[in-house]
């Protein structure tokens, strides 16, 4: 079960709804991952999967059997981990504009990719940067207001580039339109 260090409630309704999920796999933890002040007891076969970072961790360790993996470092933290977690035990959450950017940084920090096993998290979410997130200007200024916890990594995945280019694509669509509007005025006048 997944349980806040400090008995942070924001953390701790999260990491019951964890606990819950995990639990009701039916498959015994193995491994506490603690990212920031909450622990997840999980399974490493379910990670390592789609995991390639934990899987390194796992295979490089030094101890006869590795119990405890420190994640503190995860991009978006506790509840962005706990998304990933979930996709890593086939478990549906729902990819938003307001997370995709830190689920995109988490998988890119948890090598998630399509490199490793197929159709992991990154590939999910650049497919939902790509058909949904970024199609609108709107969703681009929600993604680019979520990333600002997220440099350099965001910059890196060029998550930043690909909301400007919508937004001044976006704006080219606005300005003509603002100008006809106000030549109109003008001409009115």
Not at 34 to 40: D, L, R, T
Request: net charge positive.
């Amino acid at each position: 079960m997944a349980t806040p260090l400090n008995g942070n409630n924001r953390l701790s309704t999260a990491m019951e709804r964890t606990g819950q999920w995990v639990f009701s796999q039916e498959i015994p933890t193995d491994v506490i991952v603690k990212v920031g002040e909450a622990n997840f007891n999980l399974r490493k076969f379910m990670l390592v999967a789609k995991s390639n970072y934990i899987r390194k961790l796992v295979m490089e360790t030094k101890e006869a059997d590795l119990t405890r993996i420190n994640l503190s470092e995860v991009p978006g933290g506790p509840e962005i981990f706990e998304k990933a977690a979930k996709f890593c035990y086939g478990v549906n959450f729902e990819i938003t504009v307001h997370n995709v950017a830190a689920l995109r940084c988490a998988a890119e920090y948890l090598q998630m990719t399509d490199k490793y096993s197929d159709n992991n998290l990154a590939g999910r979410t650049d497919d939902f940067l790509s058909q949904v997130a970024l199609s609108s200007l709107s969703g681009a200024v929600v993604v680019l207001k979520s990333r600002e916890d997220l440099l350099p990594m965001a910059e890196e995945l060029k998550i930043i580039q690909r909301c400007k280019s919508i937004y001044i694509y976006g704006s080219i669509i606005v300005l003509p339109r603002t100008l006809i509007c106000l030549v109109g005025t003008k001409i009115r006048s």
